[in-house]
C-alpha cells in the first residue's frame, strides 16, 4: 500500500491506509488528533469537518486518496488552551456549547468564514455554519460567540 503524504496543521505526514479510508479515521486512529468526531459518519452532522486547503469539508465523507498532497487544519491546529483561537476564547466567553460534542466542527466553518468574511452578518454566519448541528441547541449562543469573534478581529485582536 502507497503511503499518502498530505500536511496536518503544518506538518508533513504520511498514512499507510487504503485509499479509501476515510480522513476522518487517518485523524483519529492514524494521527491520534482525536478533537475532530465521529457523529454520523453520513455528512449530515458537521462534527467531523476540518479544512481542506481552507475550505470547510466533512472528513467522514473524504477519502483519503482525495486528500493527497493537500493541507489539512483540524481543531487542534487553531490554537492550544495555553493559546486559544480568538474563537475558542469568544465560545468559552459566550458559553457556546453545552456537551461541546459539536464545538470541533463549528469552530473550523466559523473560522473559514471569517477568514473571507470579516464581518458577517448573523444570516451569513447562520448559512455558514448550517452544515453543522448543535444537539444542545446552543445555537444562539454559538452566533453571538462568531460575532464577538468578527468584531474583536475587526478591533485589531490577533486570531
Ligand atoms: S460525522 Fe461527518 S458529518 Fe457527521
Ligand atoms: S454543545 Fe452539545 S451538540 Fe453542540
Keep these: ?8 496543521n503544518g506538518n508533513a505526514v504520511s498514512a499507510a491506509a487504503d485509499p479509501e479510508t476515510p480522513l476522518l479515521d487517518i485523524l483519529r486512529n492514524q494521527l491520534g488528533l482525536m478533537g475532530t468526531k465521529f457523529g454520523c459518519g453520513l455528512e449530515q452532522c458537521g462534527c467531523c469537518m476540518v ?3 481552507g475550505i470547510p469539508e466533512k472528513s467522514c465523507g473524504k477519502l483519503l486518496s482525495a486528500v493527497a498532497g493537500k ?3 483540524t481543531i487542534e491546529g487553531l490554537g492550544t488552551p495555553e493559546r486559544p483561537h480568538l474563537l475558542q476564547q469568544t465560545f468559552i466567553d459566550e458559553q457556546a456549547g453545552q456537551c461541546g460534542y459539536c464545538l470541533p466542527g463549528i469552530l473550523i466553518s466559523a473560522k473559514a468564514l471569517l477568514d473571507r468574511n470579516p464581518s458577517p452578518s448573523r444570516k ?3 448559512e455558514a455554519l448550517d452544515d453543522n448541528i448543535c444537539r444542545c441547541g446552543s445555537h444562539i449562543r454559538i452566533l453571538r460567540a462568531v460575532e464577538r469573534a468578527a468584531r474583536l478581529m475587526r478591533e485589531g485582536a490577533v486570531r
Design 71 to 73: 493541507e489539512i487544519v
Design 1 to 8: 500500500m502507497e503511503p499518502v503524504h498530505l500536511i496536518v
Design 124 to 126: 451569513e454566519i447562520a
Design 51 to 53: 479544512l481542506v486547503d
